[in-house]
């Protein structure tokens, strides 16, 4: 007998709440948490990924647990989309789950066995998120998950600025989950059955299907971090335990992205052709905005948080561009679209948890989050920085590793755009891919940064010499996810195969027979246009390495001497000398100068001792949220004037009321 | 996968390998007569390479292992470049692997672990060298692509081969896009080079130099193995440039073995003509500060866009 996929699904989500649960048997054992409960969570999570990977191809399958409110039971569906998904969770959640293993420690703040509870939530909400087929199910998953992710972040809680930085995460996230109520309410269509089956069968009329698109968008934006709500993750990420930064942002966000594509692709049936350009105008807002303040941060957790903007955003955009070629009937492009979409949703889960995981190893080692104060840690911790770099490659989208064929296969979509019927469309098409490069070359920009100050150069602080590597556990799970980059990069059509599956759900169209012509070569639509294959590129490059090696050492010699630095005969050098965080993210900081609000501190002459500082700020908090913030204070007061403190008052108030209802109701 | 695409494959990478250092020094040669200075040897660049390939490697103290293999990776990339741009003929099995969004990946491959390299020994020049180039590349790359991506929808592929292929068999009309995109991929090719309104390959005065401070610390075979690599950077460009705007005499698949023969001598000369033009260029601009260097890019980056909206409007 074959035990369904959905069973398996489920057992691991229950599997996941036991593991927790024991974590709180014995709160503050450590070595029981990290030695077995950590490992089993990760075994859990390969597994899960075993499973979803198994059922991609397979028919939906739905279920009713009989949880939940009486008559209101939790739907539950698991189709190609939902197992891509979960396929993600488990693969990235297994590794982050084993970096979790070597990291905790027993600390000031939360006790390791109330973490690993706390954790484990995480992971089974965000799978149940991922399966729910009702509203009701969603929103009770999308809940616990934002509130366990909460107390996630404020694991250190007593830290006033994390709990800061926790609150301004749960106040966001409960805007957009207020949103995101108010879209289901619009999708179900006054029949007030709340089930994705009936929502997906009911046909809105009017102007209720923009509604429920926007409503959508704005709440799952606020998950992912679209323009203007991001300002919670360059808060949140630094002030979380480096797993959970990985988890949120290479897991937590693709939620957002899983439920802007069921919304959209799968709730509704049709789809306007201007929400498309909407959606594009903002995610590339979003992707140069965070990629732009990315180049400037000093903190490296803030860089990969502002970062993680940046890719949300190209990922956005890529949707914005599938909704354009769906409303235009134009099923093809919309397939490869959406393959470089959940291809870029895979790759960002892959490559940002590895660097945050990173961030995490260099955390320990030297206590010290500010880019100023790190440097030439590549000596130090060779296993970390080495496989760091790998993620960078990855993170900058440089063949053959895998940040670089998503985007290869979104700018394929945009030079396919032009077929479209109207003008301004393909007017906007160049400005929206000139966006995508420019995003895109920036990245780069920030990694090789955020690289080189970190691992490269000589140490900036003394106490760098005593940085230990990363231990076993830590070790492994960057290698897998380091394993996982290359993988991904170098076997797109491999990937791509798991990709189809979500497409033939989502448009009815497989992409398939145009995009890969054999194993090794990747041609959407045909060869003659375009054809990308990473091996033979790696191979090549690999091959005329070792042979130019070989032939240069045989012909001349390999002889090698070790000198002090020459730098120009400068005989004075300290390492204070080099490019700080600041210094490199500098040019950035003057070209872009207008999208930064930039406090500058200059020393005058006679300053006996000078300092120089200067700080980019958001311009959202200025322009936004403070006048929000103060109208809501204004308003609270205003409505404080009415309370006295004296019971007659509050008597006399109640007697007017009294009347007031007496003459309106009669 | 013919034969004649095969021989035609390695014929171009062995004479992009051979004639790139060739391509520098008729460049400095040229622009010795232009400023009427006495000229070195044509053939400079191949014993300065030689040169410092049997002289002993100097590495500086505190080196990581990318410092002493950037200088391979870097020229893998480029000599990866050069097997993809069409130069001789339009028949190469492998540029089926890399398209022209992957050429320019191969060079922000090189670009990147160039400037990783820079910032591996900590000191001052090295990392201020790497901001630069970063700096130049983040608007290069992007108007080098539109550029490309402006062939692209001319031709309807993103394919180096099968764009020069269109264009090499359109009638001979005016297409106003590729004007914007020409000036456009000049001014990046003058910038990726570090040619002389951007950079000065000669100088090695602090304050105005990029790719040079990249490179200080390195010496010998490492030395070698990267100018190597720039001259085949240049070479590269040279030969993007000639087949996205020139494409006349690159043999195509069906024309057989005598067109190949028969499209050296035309490519050599069209280089010859391409240098003499970057001599003329650098002689007659002065090397900018490197603060107007963003928007001289921006401009390039404009430029491109531009090019890619009149091929929308226009449909050309």
């Known amino acids: 007998m074959t035990v369904p996929p959905l069973s398996l699904v489920i057992a691991a989500i229950v599997a996941w709440l036991a593991i927790g649960t024991t974590g709180l048997v014995r709160p503050r054992n450590l070595r029981f948490v990290s030695r077995a409960l950590f490992p089993a969570g990760a075994i859990v999570g390969l597994a899960l990924a075993a499973v979803a990977g198994y059922s991609i191809d397979l028919p939906p399958a739905s279920a009713v647990l009989p949880l939940g409110l009486p008559d209101l039971p939790f739907h539950l569906r698991l189709d190609a989309l939902s197992a891509f998904f979960l396929l993600l969770l488990g693969a990235a959640g297994a590794a982050i789950s084993l970096f979790s293993a070597g990291y905790f420690r027993s600390s000031e703040g939360t006790p390791p066995g109330v973490i690993c509870f706390q954790y484990h939530v995480f992971l089974a909400a965000m799978a149940f998120v991922l399966v729910a087929d009702d509203a009701y199910a969603f929103m009770v998953a999308w809940e616990s998950m934002a509130l366990a992710s909460f107390f996630l972040v404020i694991t250190e809680h007593r830290i006033a600025e994390i709990r800061r930085a926790g609150f301004l995460y749960l106040l966001i996230a409960h805007i957009g989950a207020i949103a995101i109520l108010l879209a289901f309410g619009v999708l179900q269509g006054g029949t007030g059955d709340y089930t994705f089956d009936s929502m997906r069968a009911v046909i809105l009329q009017g102007a209720w299907p923009t509604t429920a698109f926007f409503l959508a968008l704005a709440g799952f934006g606020a998950k992912a971090g679209l323009l203007p709500l991001h300002i919670w993750l360059p808060e949140a990420h630094p002030a979380a335990p480096s797993p959970v930064s990985a988890l949120m942002s290479g897991v937590m966000l693709k939620t957002a992205i899983y439920g802007l594509l069921r919304v959209t692709f799968d709730l509704m049936h049709a789809q306007l052709w201007w929400w498309g350009v909407v959606a594009l105008a903002l995610g590339l807002s979003t992707a140069l905005f965070g990629v732009v303040f990315a180049a400037v941060q000093t903190d490296m957790k803030r860089l990969l948080a502002y970062s993680s903007i940046e890719n949300i955003g190209i990922i956005v955009a890529g949707i914005g561009l599938a909704i354009l070629f769906k409303a235009y009937d134009k099923p093809l492009l919309t397939a490869v679209t959406l393959t470089a979409v959940l291809y870029h949703a895979l790759n960002h889960a892959f490559f940002k948890s590895l660097l945050f995981l990173a961030t995490g190893s260099v955390l320990h080692a030297t206590n010290e989050r500010s880019l100023g104060k790190l440097g030439g840690l590549i000596h130090r911790m060779p296993w970390v920085a080495w496989l760091a770099l790998v993620g960078t490659l990855a993170a900058a989208g440089i063949p053959p590793l895998n940040g670089f064929v998503s985007e290869w296969l979104l700018l394929q979509a945009f030079l396919f755009t032009p077929s479209l019927p109207q003008s301004f469309v393909n007017m906007l098409v160049p400005l929206a891919a000139a966006a995508l490069v420019l995003s895109a070359a920036l990245a780069a920009y920030v990694m090789v940064k955020f690289f080189g100050v970190v691992f490269l150069g000589r140490p900036r602080e003394p106490n760098l010499a005593y940085a230990r590597d990363a231990g076993r556990f830590e070790r492994f799970a960057l290698i897998y996810l380091g394993a996982g980059c290359v993988l991904l990069g170098v076997l797109p059509v491999n990937v791509i195969a798991l990709i189809e599956p979500v497409n033939t759900l989502l448009i009815g169209t497989r992409a398939s027979q145009p995009i890969a012509d054999n194993w090794l070569l990747l041609a959407p639509i045909s060869a003659d246009r375009s054809s990308y294959s990473p091996l033979i590129v790696l191979a090549v490059i690999v091959g005329v390495v070792m042979l130019t090696m070989r032939v240069v050492h045989r012909l001349y010699h390999g002889r090698v001497r070790h000198a002090p630095a020459w730098d120009c005969g400068f005989p004075l050098q300290t390492p204070r000398m080099q490019d700080t965080a600041e210094g490199f993210g500098q040019p950035i900081r003057q070209i872009f100068e207008p999208f930064f609000l930039i406090e500058r501190h200059l020393p005058s002459p006679f300053d006996p001792a000078p300092r120089y500082s200067v700080k980019a700020h958001d311009r959202f908090w200025g322009a936004l949220y403070l006048p929000i913030a103060r109208g809501a204070e204004s308003l609270a007061r205003l409505a404080g004037l009415i309370q006295r403190g004296r019971i007659s008052v509050y008597l006399t108030y109640s007697f007017c009321t009294l009347l007031a209802l007496l003459f309106f109701v009669r | ?316």
């Not at chain 2, 004479?15 to 060739?22: C, Q």
């Not at chain 2, 505190?62 to 990339?77: D, L, M, N, W």
């Not at chain 2, 901001?131 to 550029?147: D, H, K």
């Not at chain 2, 040279?238 to 494409?247: D, H, N, Q, T």
């Open chain 2, 1 to 316: 996968m013919s034969a004649a695409g095969i021989a035609s494959q390695l014929l171009q990478f062995a004479i992009a390998l051979a004639l790139a250092p060739l391509l520098v020094g008729w460049v400095n040669q040229c622009r010795a007569w232009l400023q009427n200075k006495s000229a070195p040897s044509l053939f400079l660049p191949y014993f300065t390479i030689r040169k410092l390939f049997v002289k002993d490697a100097v590495v500086a103290e505190g080196a990581s292992a990318i410092f002493r293999t950037t200088p391979y990776i870097v020229f893998g990339a480029m000599c990866c470049a050069a097997a993809i741009v069409p130069s001789l003929a339009t028949d190469l099995p492998f540029a089926r692997a890399a398209d022209a969004i992957a050429l320019v990946g191969l060079f922000a491959l090189a670009r990147v672990f160039i400037a990783l390299a820079a910032m591996d020994i900590g000191t001052a020049f090295g990392s201020l060298g790497a901001r630069r180039e970063m700096l130049v590349g983040f608007l290069a790359e992007p108007a080098l692509l539109m550029v490309l991506f402006t062939a692209s929808l001319i031709s309807g592929s993103t394919s180096l081969p099968t764009i020069v292929d269109t264009f090499a068999h359109r009638d001979l009309a005016i297409y106003p896009s590729l004007a914007f995109a020409g000036v456009a991929f000049t001014m990046v090719s003058l910038a990726e080079n570090a040619r002389i309104p951007v950079d000065n390959p000669a100088t090695h005065l602090e304050l105005t130099m990029i790719h040079e401070a990249m490179v200080l610390e390195y010496s010998a075979r490492h030395l070698a193995l990267i100018e190597w690599a720039a001259a085949l950077k240049l070479f590269n460009y040279s030969c993007i440039g000639l087949a996205l705007f020139f494409p006349w005499g690159i043999a195509a698949a069906e024309d057989g073995w005598l067109a190949l023969l028969g499209a050296a001598p035309v490519l050599i000369v069209k280089l010859a003509l391409g240098g003499f033009l970057l001599a003329v260029i650098e002689t007659l601009s002065a090397k900018m500060r490197i603060f107007r260097a963003p928007e001289f890019l921006g401009t390039a980056f404009l430029l491109a866009v531009l090019a890619m909206l009149v091929n929308q409007m226009l449909g050309s």
